[in-house]
């Protein structure tokens, strides 16, 4: 009778423990499903587009002469890596170090062919590129060091 006893407990224990793994990988993956978001250079946008209700962060070099202010807060731009460019549009306030011929990473997605950007992140100094548009640019053979 005792040892009957133990195994159904032993059972209820794995049991409650696999449910318990179950609703925590559940937990995390819900966490997770707007927190991650992909890089993508705008050669890699050209070649495979992302469909329009991905988030992901889209990354190179504000292409020269492209940027458009409009009326309010809206701004008009194209980011490049030098192989490919995509058009940006971005409402809100941009930050000062942001221009043209510099590196930004904007987060957003693909509507129409226009990455619509919900944020966007310049660097921050004259040689502080972000790693990944540095990977980008390095890969079309763009990338220029910076001056010391």
């Known amino acids: 009778?005792?040892?009957?006893?133990k195994k159904q407990r032993r059972i209820q224990i794995i049991v409650l423990a696999f449910v318990a793994m179950a609703a925590?990988?559940?937990?995390?993956?819900?966490g997770f499903r707007d927190?991650?978001?992909?890089?993508?250079?705008?050669?890699?946008?050209?070649e495979q587009a992302p469909g329009p209700d991905e988030v992901f962060r889209l990354g190179g070099l504000v292409e020269e002469g492209s940027l458009l202010?409009?009326?309010g807060e809206t701004v008009r731009f194209r980011v490049t890596d030098g192989a490919a460019s995509v058009p940006v549009d971005y409402t809100g306030i941009l930050p000062d170090l942001f221009d043209e011929g510099q590196g930004m990473i904007g987060t957003g997605s693909l509507v129409d062919g226009t990455f619509v950007a919900t944020e966007i992140l310049a660097k921050h100094d004259e040689s502080y590129m972000p790693k990944e548009v540095v990977d980008a640019l390095k890969e079309q053979g763009?990338?220029?060091e910076p001056e010391s």
């Open 1 to 5: 009778m005792m040892k009957g006893l």
């Open 24 to 30: 925590t990988t559940a937990l995390v993956g819900y």
């Open 35 to 46: 927190g991650i978001n992909l890089f993508r250079s705008p050669t890699q946008v050209a």
């Open 69 to 71: 202010r409009g009326q």
């Open 142 to 144: 763009v990338y220029k």
